[in-house]
């Protein structure tokens, strides 16, 4: 038997306790399935837990939030490990990057630049993040969007940087009518229809906006 980390004199564990666990677990004499894990195993659970921490959020649920908080947590931990016995990183690597980043990323905080509202304060984010990842071109920008990205949201994030750039894309090509892009419930609506009419159809959505968004990518880098 494993002797199991104990409660503080508060009755609570720590994030140093769970770790721990982890360790215990992907150790000799754990457990057999936690053992048998790797980064890439490990793809679908982060996925579901995020998922999971938004409908907690949406439904406004503390108990399920600070659970699957946890659980995301744990999936961080996971990957840490693993990188650990790998040779790789440990957790004090992921720590320190992502306080490096957010130093960086926040320089109206930590530095002299000035930013008196949230839009100057993401515009100096992105700033930041172009200049931390060396970005000298467009064609770039879009590579590093992740194709495992739903492809609403990797359409989105793409006819953003797109945009940015001040750069032209065939995506303005279709006469929409008088459909209020600035209205939520109008795009809802819209999204909504066209997903009704290709089921009815047999044409699956998030494989041809995927497909929409590759064409995209692929004629921006091709001018």
């Known amino acids: 038997m494993i002797e199991p980390p104990?409660?503080?004199?508060?009755?609570?564990y720590t994030v140093d306790d769970l770790l721990r666990i982890v360790e215990l677990l992907?150790?000799?004499g754990g457990c057999p399935w936690d053992r048998a894990q790797t980064h890439y195993t490990m793809e679908k659970p982060m996925i579901e837990e995020?998922?999971?921490v938004v409908d907690a959020i949406d439904k406004n649920d503390r108990d399920k939030m600070v659970e699957e908080?946890?659980?995301v947590l744990l999936q961080v931990l996971f990957h840490s490990v693993i990188g650990k016995e790998d040779g790789m990183f440990d957790l004090d690597d992921v720590a320190t990057r992502c306080t490096e980043k957010m130093i960086k990323r926040?320089?109206?905080?930590?530095g002299d630049v000035a930013a008196d509202t949230p839009g100057e304060a993401l515009a100096n984010w992105e700033q930041a993040k172009q200049k931390e990842k060396g970005f000298t071109s467009l064609e770039e920008d879009l590579d590093d969007i992740p194709k495992c990205f739903p492809a609403l949201l990797r359409a989105q994030k793409a006819a953003k940087k797109i945009a940015r750039a001040g750069a032209e894309s065939e995506a303005g090509e279709f006469d929409l009518g008088g459909i209020d892009f600035g209205s939520e419930e109008e795009v809802g609506k819209l999204l909504y229809e066209i997903c009704r009419r290709s089921e009815e159809k047999g044409t699956e959505?998030?494989?041809a906006l995927k497909r929409r968004t590759d064409a995209v990518i692929e004629a921006?880098?091709?001018?």
Do not use: Q, T, V
């Not at 104990?6 to 609570?12: C, L, R, T, Y």
């Not at 926040?106 to 930590?110: A, C, K, N």
């Not at 921006?220 to 001018?223: H, S």
């Open 106 to 110: 926040h320089s109206h905080i930590f």
């Open 220 to 223: 921006i880098k091709e001018k």
């Open 69 to 71: 908080l946890g659980d």
């Open 50 to 52: 995020a998922y999971e």
């Open 26 to 28: 992907r150790g000799p």
């Open 6 to 12: 104990k409660k503080g004199k508060d009755g609570k």
């Open 205 to 207: 959505c998030e494989l």
